[in-house]
Structures are given as structure tokens and as C-alpha cells.
């Protein structure tokens, strides 16, 4: 009789503990988690949506915290909307009789979506030549660079923007877009094209313009023959003189 109570004993310890680690809640927070930004050529759209997923756990409830989010969150699965940074969301589970789960962290890491730098490009322009006018302040030339090459690795859209950056002052027109057409007399200039993408992120190049005087052909000297004249005998002798044509 003493050996059934004892066994009895036993079966009603184990069914009472099995009972408890059946309802004993417990936080699962999941792994953490590493969520790039996508690249798609819109710098405004910084964002990912990102689950905080506990739906692991053992319990009847449960409860999200942060310290970059003073508000609690309640349910086991939460979305998110986050940019760029490093998050730490802690979970806690509520048993249907009311006890609470020790904590379960997981860390949300947001990585800044890449961009990639646009190549700025300008086709090597060669030398120019001055246009000979008959008054060298007025001979220029017309220049032409063609940055058409520019591009973006990501196919974003760019932007041109064409400086001077050393010699005479020269007026470059429109320099927006991706040649430019200027005018100049002779000399040497210095001239730098900025290339940007939609993101901010820049690059450029810079090229030196030589402009030649124009070509002058040395003028010619023409005296004519030489030529033989005679005085002629007119009786009067301080008539020593002649007509010569040169």
C-alpha cells in the first residue's frame, strides 16, 4: 500500500510539473536581423518594412519594447517601418495566469541603401584654330565639348553642370547640358564639367581648351622691274628731271 501512495506520489509531481512547464510563458524574439535598403533611384524613399516576429514564443500575449520607441507594442507580430540605423526590440511573453516571460532581445539592423558615383566624361576636344577676320581682336573659335560619355552605374538620372576655372573670361552659354558650344579668342582655358546624380553624390573633370591664333600669311612686296630712263635733250639744261612710274 505504501509503495502504490508513493508511486501515485510520484505521477501527480511529474503531471503537476509537466502542467507547469506546459503554461510557463516564454519569449522567443527570433534572430537578429540585417535588412538592406534597395537602390532605386528615388533618394526619398529611405525606408524598409521589417516584422518583428515572436509568433515562437509560449504564451497568451505579447509585449514589444524599445528604447528609441517610448510606446510599447502589443502582439506578437509587429510591422515596422524603419530607415537607416541599428534597433534593439526586447520581448516579453504573459502566461494565461499572468506571469510574465524573462525578456528575448533582437537586434534590427537597417543598412543605408548604396548609391554608386557617377563618371563624369569629356572626349578629348584636340587643339582649335582661330578664325582669321583681318583684325586678330576679332578672330575666335568655335569650341565644342561633348560630355555624352557621362554616366551612372546605378542608371539614375544626372545632371551636367560646365565652369571655367582658369584663363581670360569667356562666356560659356548654356552650360546645363551635356556638350557645351562656346566662342573664344586665342588663349588657354581651363574648363571643369561636375557631373551629379539624383542622390547629391557628384564627380568631375576637367579639361585644358587651347585656342591658336589664326593662321597669317606674311604680306609680299612687289617693287616691279627695275627700269633704265633717259633724259631727253630739250636745249635747256635745268630740265635734269624725268617721269618714272614705280
Known amino acids: 500500500m505504501l509503495k502504490m501512495l508513493t508511486r501515485l506520489s510520484f505521477l501527480f509531481i511529474i503531471m503537476v510539473t509537466a502542467l507547469y512547464a ?15 535598403i ?12 521589417v516584422t518583428l516576429d515572436g509568433s515562437n514564443s509560449a ?21 515596422l517601418t524603419l530607415i537607416e540605423g541599428v534597433y534593439s ?15 528575448d532581445d533582437v537586434t534590427i539592423t537597417v543598412v543605408a541603401e548604396p548609391n554608386q558615383i557617377p563618371a563624369a ?17 576679332n578672330d575666335i573659335a568655335s569650341v565644342f565639348l ?21 584663363g581670360n573670361y569667356i562666356d560659356l552659354g548654356t552650360s546645363n547640358q551635356s556638350s557645351l558650344s562656346f566662342n573664344a579668342p586665342p588663349g588657354v582655358y581651363g ?17 585644358t581648351i587651347t585656342v591658336n591664333q589664326a ?10 622691274d627695275d627700269q633704265n630712263l633717259e633724259i631727253e635733250h630739250d636745249g635747256d639744261p635745268n630740265t635734269i628731271a624725268v617721269d618714272a612710274q614705280v
Open 22 to 36: 506546459e503554461t510557463e510563458p516564454v519569449a522567443n524574439a527570433g534572430d537578429d536581423q540585417t535588412i538592406y
Open 38 to 49: 534597395q537602390h532605386d533611384g528615388d533618394p526619398l524613399t529611405n525606408t524598409v518594412n
Open 59 to 79: 504564451g497568451v500575449s505579447c509585449n514589444w519594447s524599445s528604447s528609441s520607441n517610448r510606446d510599447n507594442l502589443e502582439g506578437c507580430e509587429i510591422q
Open 89 to 103: 526590440y526586447t520581448l516579453t511573453v504573459t502566461g494565461d495566469d499572468g506571469t510574465v516571460s524573462e525578456p
Open 121 to 137: 566624361v569629356i572626349s578629348d576636344p584636340g587643339e582649335f584654330q582661330a578664325e582669321h577676320s583681318g583684325n586678330p581682336l
Open 146 to 166: 561633348d560630355a555624352s560619355t557621362s554616366s551612372d552605374a546605378d542608371q539614375d538620372n544626372i545632371t551636367y553642370l560646365w565652369n571655367q576655372i582658369s
Open 191 to 207: 574648363i571643369r564639367l561636375t557631373v551629379t546624380d539624383s542622390y547629391g553624390d557628384f564627380n568631375q573633370y576637367e579639361v
Open 215 to 224: 593662321l597669317n600669311q606674311n604680306p609680299t612686296v612687289a617693287a616691279g
